[in-house]
């Protein structure tokens, strides 16, 4: 089973930068996507950014041009780097990551979340 443990979120001022980390940890995986998913009060939970192994990057029309996904498959870790925030931006975000076990299991992984409120 891998696991996957965020963080990095708080309270920041409208305009202001966060950067959340997740690293996942477990034994004999591979993993292929990670990405960052985010749920707002009321609202269904809604992707922000994904990138694959290989470093292709797919954002969310909202957040293009002011967060930026990166990786480390080193560290099994990856980041999101939140700039220009919008009191919008106020969320729960979930790390996700998908891959395969050593003994070609699949696996769907989600993080507990981690709390980012945009507010002055």
């Known amino acids: 089973q891998v696991q996957l443990v965020e963080s990095g979120g708080g309270l920041v001022q409208p305009g202001g930068s966060l950067r959340l980390s997740c690293a996942a940890s477990g034994n004999g995986f591979r993993i292929n996507a990670m990405g960052w998913y985010r749920q707002a009060p009321g609202k269904q939970r809604e992707l922000v950014a994904i990138?694959?192994?290989?470093?292709?990057?797919n954002y969310a029309d909202s957040v293009k041009g002011r967060f930026t996904v990166s990786r480390d498959n080193a560290k099994n870790t990856v980041y999101l780097q939140m700039n220009s925030l919008k009191p919008e931006d106020t969320a729960v975000y979930f790390c996700?990551?998908?891959?395969?076990?050593?003994?070609?299991?699949?696996?769907?992984?989600w993080g507990q979340g981690t709390q980012v409120t945009v507010s002055s």
């Open positions: 996700n990551a998908d891959g395969t076990t050593t003994t070609l299991n699949r696996f769907d992984s």
């Open positions: 990138i694959t192994s290989g470093g292709t990057t």
